[in-house]
């Protein structure tokens, strides 16, 4: 599993890079110039612990997450606010995808589905 690695050199946090060269992973220092190959390919694992189910949870700060795709053709129904951030997940007892939005009215934060 992956963990945190820290400079030798001056004890900074060491950062994920592609060694665009030989296209290898490396750990970099923003410090300093140390910089060391990866033993292992696995950069970030997030791990859940909790049942299958609709993602409620998970997703607290989904609206300010920047990854997510939005969108402006749905209003929310809580606060009629024209933006929503939105992700597909399975929906547990159906083998198709379940659409899921979240308000990005920060005093909103109401989730849906379609």
């Not at 791990?47 to 189910?53: H, K, M, S, T």
């Not at 933006?83 to 939005?101: I, K, S, V, W």
Request: aromatic share 8%; proline share 8%.
């Amino acid at each position: 599993m992956s963990a945190l690695k820290f400079c030798g050199e001056c004890n900074n946090m060491l950062y994920p890079r592609e060694d665009k060269d030989t296209h290898t992973l490396l750990y970099a220092c923003q410090g300093c110039e140390h910089q060391e190959v990866a033993t292992d390919t696995c950069v970030y694992k997030r791990v859940l612990r909790r049942p299958a189910g609709e993602p409620k949870d998970v997703l607290k700060d989904a609206a300010t997450d920047p990854s997510l795709p939005r969108t402006r053709s749905v209003r929310c129904y809580n606060c009629k606010h024209p933006e929503a951030a939105f992700f597909q997940a399975p929906t547990p007892g159906e083998q198709a995808m379940t659409l899921y939005f979240i308000c990005c009215n920060p005093s909103c934060g109401h989730r849906w589905r379609d």
